[in-house]
């Protein structure tokens, strides 16, 4: 028996670690023989575009490159496929090219739109009696997937997020005027990487002295008089904001100044909070002002990847293949935290289903009550996640990757 | 006799290295009794707000880490002095106040603004014939200060910018539809940094397939027909320009999207080239397209510090003070670089009014002729000064600084 395995959905710097799970655990099986990665996701089984996975990764130097590698190095879609009972052909395309390659697991690294794809599949397979075993492995720097304590991806994410923060802090105390500093930060619908700006009070720092999240529900008015009041105390204001909050009426605060493009999903392409609130300060405060948007920086700086994170996501990513291997399908793999300190996880199994329809949000009672700010709690929960690091393997002074 | 150091300009993530290197050879001269740290630059001086520097680092330890921590310990200013034969008032009070903590030299780490500084202030004193020695340790991450063949700061943002353009092109190559990404880099009149980026072919990238820097002449119309050119060739399209970028008639690129604000000496404050290319290819070309501005990060990013970098940032520190025991004055340090492979430099000492009064720009021959990237000597050129790490202190996962 082949397996085949696949990435989707947008870039981390840890879904490379998966497919490193994957593979190596595919080559320990004496029950598999050749482990196929799927060009772009899901489109690449459809289009008949597959790589034999041992032609690319041929050392353990290879493997190793490929943990440090941000990205998907087999490349992404988001393409999401019908109801089968509606539309069965691009079915029966993927289950043509499954038998042509004897594929009998497919395992697809994503977020909740592959966990769609991936109920979606192991249903029709269930329905016509099929035996392919298609599970999921979790991937976002959203962290907003149920069923899972956290995601592989956000915990490097968070880790880039505190430690650049850190850093633009100390670069907002050099002049003596006040100042205030807006970071806009990824995260469309839930606010946890958000939060994790909040890991800095761990090492002493006063800021963020306002974060704001997509939990909460925001104002312009609301937001100055915060600043006012921050300004009382501290010289140089950091505010960290989402770029996903949204006013009361349910609509992003910047929408004005979005674009109204959206993608293949319908979300909404978002950017321009920061730049918003920015020119905010400038006319209500007309202090010195700047923002700065973290940008894919979030999602793609491996080179300060957080350890935990990146040995999680290679162990879920095997453990997806004992679990098809015991006979799982329809499933995500996830973690369940069995304590903080000392962090102990393991793995579990979830629907995939669950895992497609429900976005698990940061809790409110991890708000403070004034809604501008995290409480401790929440700094406990990321702490683990973003222990330990992955050094890059340089070559001329920057980080080696593998491209495959 | 007592010594003064004050940092100035805009942050880097080694100007703390070089006031460790002037805390260090003060601490070990026999001639030099205490070391003083002006707070915000020559404000600190006129303002007598001054802090004794073995108060603020007390142990190998604090070297270790104010060597790792971005931005200026000490604070920092954007004040210019007048010519002392218009106003001497300022002069006097820094003289008092040099007079008052029996100071004989002050070190001044910064710029070309503060290069001027440092050449007024010599001048008053040699007009006076008062014996306090003057000396500029140069700081920029534009890397544009005459007399000296790269400036401290530059080495550590050049490897951020060129580790970071080379994680954005993995995150932009991962779907399968055509794509541009416009990377925005800061360099208001020099491309020195903007340029680094190409560093990543030495690696083997095909990327930045564009690079457009202050010293040409930009257009929107050949950056389009740029941009269609190498669609044809690479499916994702990476261009790195410098927020500097200008039109023939002198403006820059997008001037009519900049703010009018302007500093104490007159620089515009600018942003939003990136933006406004995203637009330009979004209305022109109709692909995907997305910008990213790399922003304050480019100068505060300690976590991936060139190793060369702080390592020669501190040494000049310590130059500096040597220069003055050697009776120096009016003078900025700087390097010669003595060969690129092996690389090889001495640390010279030129005039500071030199320094202040001019702008190094990038070379126009290491440009391309198309004007749209940079020949293979630009990067033989940065190549040196990126190699090596100083990894931060960690703790709780997050990169240790000092805060004075």
């Given at each position: 028996?082949?397996?085949?395995?696949?990435?989707?959905?947008?870039?981390?710097?840890?879904?490379?670690?998966?497919?490193?799970?994957?593979?190596?655990?595919?080559?320990?099986?004496?029950?598999?023989?050749?482990?196929?990665?799927?060009?772009?996701?899901?489109?690449?089984?459809?289009?008949?575009?597959?790589?034999?996975?041992?032609?690319?990764?041929?050392?353990?130097?290879?493997?190793?490159?490929?943990?440090?590698?941000?990205?998907?190095?087999?490349?992404?879609?988001?393409?999401?496929?019908?109801?089968?009972?509606?539309?069965?052909?691009?079915?029966?395309?993927?289950?043509?090219?499954?038998?042509?390659?004897?594929?009998?697991?497919?395992?697809?690294?994503?977020?909740?739109?592959?966990?769609?794809?991936?109920?979606?599949?192991?249903?029709?397979?269930?329905?016509?009696?099929?035996?392919?075993?298609?599970?999921?492995?979790?991937?976002?720097?959203?962290?907003?997937?149920?069923?899972?304590?956290?995601?592989?991806?956000?915990?490097?994410?968070a880790?880039?997020v505190a430690?650049?923060v850190q850093?633009i802090t100390?670069?907002s105390?050099?002049?003596?005027?006040?100042?205030v500093t807006v970071i806009e930060t990824?995260g469309?619908?839930a606010g946890w990487l958000t939060a994790a700006s909040g890991c800095i009070r761990a090492n002493g720092e006063s800021a963020p002295h306002l974060i704001y999240l997509p939990e909460t529900v925001f104002s312009?008015e609301k937001f100055i008089a915060d600043v006012r009041e921050q300004m009382k105390l501290h010289?140089a204001v950091i505010a960290v904001v989402s770029?996903g909050v949204?006013?009361?009426?349910?609509?992003?605060a910047?929408?004005?100044?979005?674009?109204?493009?959206?993608?293949?999903?319908?979300?909404?392409?978002?950017?321009?909070i920061?730049?918003?609130l920015?020119?905010?300060?400038?006319?209500?405060?007309?202090?010195?002002?700047?923002?700065?948007?973290?940008?894919?920086?979030?999602?793609?700086?491996?080179?300060?990847?957080?350890?935990?994170?990146?040995?999680?996501?290679?162990?879920?990513?095997?453990?997806?293949?004992?679990?098809?291997?015991?006979?799982?399908?329809?499933?995500?793999?996830?973690?369940?935290?069995?304590?903080?300190?000392?962090?102990?996880?393991?793995?579990?199994?979830?629907?995939?289903?669950?895992?497609?329809?429900?976005?698990?949000f940061f809790p409110s009672e991890w708000i403070t009550p004034e809604g501008n700010n995290i409480t401790d709690e929440a700094v406990s929960y990321v702490m683990?996640?973003?222990?330990?690091?992955?050094?890059?393997?340089?070559?001329?002074?920057?980080?080696?990757?593998?491209?495959?």
């Open positions: 028996m082949n397996i085949a395995v696949a990435q989707s959905g947008g870039p981390t710097c840890a879904i490379n670690a998966s497919l490193a799970g994957v593979f190596c655990a595919g080559a320990k099986s004496p029950e598999i023989e050749k482990i196929y990665g799927s060009l772009n996701g899901i489109e690449g089984i459809i289009e008949d575009r597959l790589a034999d996975m041992s032609e690319l990764l041929k050392s353990e130097e290879d493997i190793e490159l490929l943990k440090r590698t941000p990205s998907s190095a087999l490349g992404s879609c988001r393409r999401k496929l019908p109801d089968h009972e509606k539309d069965s052909a691009v079915y029966e395309k993927i289950t043509d090219c499954f038998r042509k390659y004897d594929i009998g697991m497919f395992f697809y690294i994503g977020g909740n739109d592959s966990m769609d794809t991936v109920a979606k599949l192991s249903r029709y397979y269930a329905d016509k009696s099929i035996d392919i075993k298609v599970v999921g492995i979790p991937k976002t720097i959203d962290n907003d997937l149920c069923g899972t304590d956290h995601c592989p991806g956000f915990g490097s994410a880790k880039y430690a650049t850093e100390r670069d105390n050099v002049y003596s005027a006040p100042s990824m469309r619908h312009d010289k770029e949204r006013t009361a009426d349910g609509r992003f910047a929408e004005s100044h979005q674009s109204s493009k959206t993608d293949a999903f319908g979300h909404s392409y978002l950017s321009g920061g730049k918003y920015e020119n905010l300060v400038s006319d209500k405060i007309g202090c010195k002002v700047r923002s700065i948007e973290l940008n894919v920086m979030q999602r793609c700086s491996s080179h300060l990847a957080s350890l935990t994170d990146i040995e999680e996501s290679q162990r879920i990513g095997s453990a997806a293949v004992e679990a098809a291997l015991n006979g799982k399908t329809g499933c995500m793999m996830g973690f369940k935290r069995l304590s903080s300190n000392p962090y102990l996880s393991e793995i579990v199994d979830i629907s995939a289903e669950t895992a497609a329809n429900n976005e698990k683990p996640l973003i222990q330990g690091e992955l050094p890059p393997v340089m070559k001329n002074g920057m980080p080696r990757h593998i491209i495959f």
